[in-house]
């Protein structure tokens, strides 16, 4: 079965950072679309970063500038830098997987992404 494990949420000061990491397990990641979301409560899944096997990456212009969308495909380990943290940014964020097209990066919509984490809280206050 295929799993992803998110983890390096937890509670900020608005300016300060934090690394999430993603664990993926059942499968080789390089090949598939990856990408990091955020849900606020009561609110809708939106995209936040995702990276293809050629490490092209795009961003919600939310974030852009400050968060950094990465991976280790020998560690099957996706990452997200988050500097210069806003309150705005309080969340639960997940990893998800899905397939690796440039259309579904380009898109970082949810409803293309197949395989989802269990979400990691951040907060900035």
């Known amino acids: 079965d295929v799993q992803l494990v998110e983890s390096g949420g937890g509670s900020v000061l608005p300016g300060g950072s934090l690394r999430l990491s993603c664990y993926v397990s059942?499968?080789?990641?390089?090949?598939?679309?990856l990408g990091w979301f955020r849900q606020l409560p009561g609110k809708g899944r939106e995209g936040v970063a995702t990276i293809l096997r050629d490490d092209s990456t795009t961003y919600a212009d939310s974030v852009k500038g400050r968060f950094t969308i990465s991976k280790d495909n020998a560690k099957n380990t996706l990452y997200l830098q988050m500097n210069s943290l806003k309150p705005e940014d309080t969340a639960i964020y997940y990893c998800g997987l899905g397939p690796g097209d440039l259309t579904v990066a380009r898109s970082l919509r949810p409803l293309y992404f197949s395989h989802w984490g269990q979400g990691t809280q951040v907060t900035v206050s």
């Open positions: 059942g499968l080789s990641f390089s090949r598939f679309c």
